[in-house]
């Protein structure tokens, strides 16, 4: 059964840097995507960045493209998001998701194993 467990949030000032991490068990992942996603109140869930296990290919929304990335450390079995420039619309819970992803690539849907969350407040 696939665990995630997401940490790093908090509270920061508009322009500064959060790193989140994402700590996955439970199976060998190399044929898994695993993707960031985010809810603010009132909104839905959005999709923020994935990358694959075993290829390392990324993919972001345009909306962090250029301020956040997403990096992974097999032997740690562990995700990052890297979040610079943070705006305070990027306030919402981040959650850490993952899906069965052949032949390397990435995906915006599909996930079906999520972590419980961790927020990120950006003050302006």
């Known amino acids: 059964q696939v665990q995630l467990v997401e940490s790093g949030g908090g509270l920061v000032q508009a322009g500064g840097s959060l790193r989140l991490s994402c700590a996955a068990s439970g199976r060998t992942f190399s044929n898994y995507a695993m993707g960031w996603f985010r809810q603010a109140p009132g909104k839905e869930r959005e999709f923020v960045a994935a990358i694959s296990w075993s290829t390392g290919s990324t993919y972001y929304a345009n909306s962090v493209k250029g301020r956040f990335t997403i990096s992974r450390d097999n032997a740690k079995s562990t995700v990052y998001l890297q979040m610079n420039s943070l705006k305070p619309e990027d306030t919402a819970v981040y959650y850490c998701?993952?899906?069965?992803?052949?032949?390397?690539?990435?995906?915006?849907?599909?996930?079906?194993?999520w972590g419980q969350g961790t927020q990120v407040t950006v003050s302006s």
């Open positions: 998701a993952a899906r069965l992803q052949l032949r390397g690539g990435v995906s915006t849907t599909g996930y079906g194993n």
